[in-house]
């Protein structure tokens, strides 16, 4: 096909398409990372309605969402959202920021979550070119978005990403994409099994719970795409990171240090950087 030969022999076309693609999958994650959790929770409400016995309870929820339908509307004014104006970007800006209908201001982080989804995604075209491993890359990068957003939001890893990830990174090994399959079985088992050893050291040390299941299994599903050798990378970032903006927060913003800070997002960032460049960080380590 013309297109696929366009692609694969220009480099700017690839990086514009690649763009152009990360902004429409970034205002589909948008809908992700706002409807996933209250589907999740009406999907809890209902579990615990029927082990009590009260069905009718569990269906106090004023409307049922997923990914598809509702259409999007205005939390304000109930205004549907039409196609013109649910354009990435384009429509905040023509619309300077707020809603057709009422004029309330529209979060500015759907044009940010638009925004970074495209430029994350034009990166990954430019260091893997027009592959099979842009292809994977693009997906494990849609994935780590809603990922870094919802437990940041809600302190959750849904098993719906999570898992999947996971298990994508394991098949992708089959073909060798990024590792070979014993590598990336062993990055899945260490990956998870380590944060998992840490969890429960530091609950029998203090009493307390340092981080949740949903981040053995994000590290896990990291371990099955990057391989074992990579992990310290990505262990070592995310601490990194997260320890210093926790602290920088305890310091100048005066955050109370006993309040539990989400680890999934530092996760995702490490593993999405190791994803790209671990074999040039570890490489530049060992020299």
């Not at 030969?5 to 948008?30: K, M, R, W």
């Not at 089959?174 to 990055?187: E, K, M, P, R």
Request: negative net charge; proline residues 5%.
């Amino acid at each position: 096909m013309e297109v696929l030969q366009l692609l694969e022999q220009s480099t700017l076309f690839l990086l514009l398409t690649t763009g152009a693609l990360g902004l429409v999958v970034g205002s589909f994650l948008n809908v992700v990372i706002y409807r996933l959790p209250v589907m999740l929770e009406q999907a809890w409400r209902a579990e615990c309605s029927e082990l009590a016995g009260d069905e009718a309870a569990g269906n106090t929820d004023k409307e049922t969402l997923n990914l598809l339908t509702p259409a999007s509307r205005c939390p304000h004014c109930n205004h549907r959202i039409g196609a013109l104006e649910n354009i990435p970007v384009l429509s905040y800006l023509y619309l300077k920021g707020r809603c057709a209908g009422c004029q309330a201001p529209i979060s500015i982080r759907y044009p940010l979550v638009e925004s970074v989804t495209a430029i994350l995604s034009v990166i990954v075209a430019a260091q893997f070119g027009y592959s099979v491993q842009t292809l994977a890359a693009l997906l494990f990068t849609w994935a780590l978005i809603p990922l870094f957003m919802i437990d940041f939001d809600r302190q959750i890893l849904p098993d719906s990403i999570t898992l999947p990830l996971l298990w994508a990174g394991l098949l992708l090994s089959l073909s060798g994409v990024f590792v070979d399959s014993a590598t990336s079985i062993i990055g899945a088992a260490a990956g998870y099994l380590s944060l998992w050893s840490i969890y429960h050291l530091f609950r029998l040390l203090t009493g307390k719970e340092g981080m949740g299941y949903g981040d053995f299994k994000l590290l896990g599903a990291i371990g099955a795409w990057v391989g074992w050798q990579a992990l310290p990378v990505v262990i070592l970032f995310s601490s990194v990171v997260g320890a210093a903006i926790g602290i920088s927060l305890v310091l100048f913003k005066g955050r109370d240090h006993n309040l539990p800070m989400p680890f999934g997002p530092f996760l995702a960032a490490a593993g999405w950087l190791t994803l790209l460049w671990g074999n040039d960080i570890i490489s530049l380590y060992l020299r």
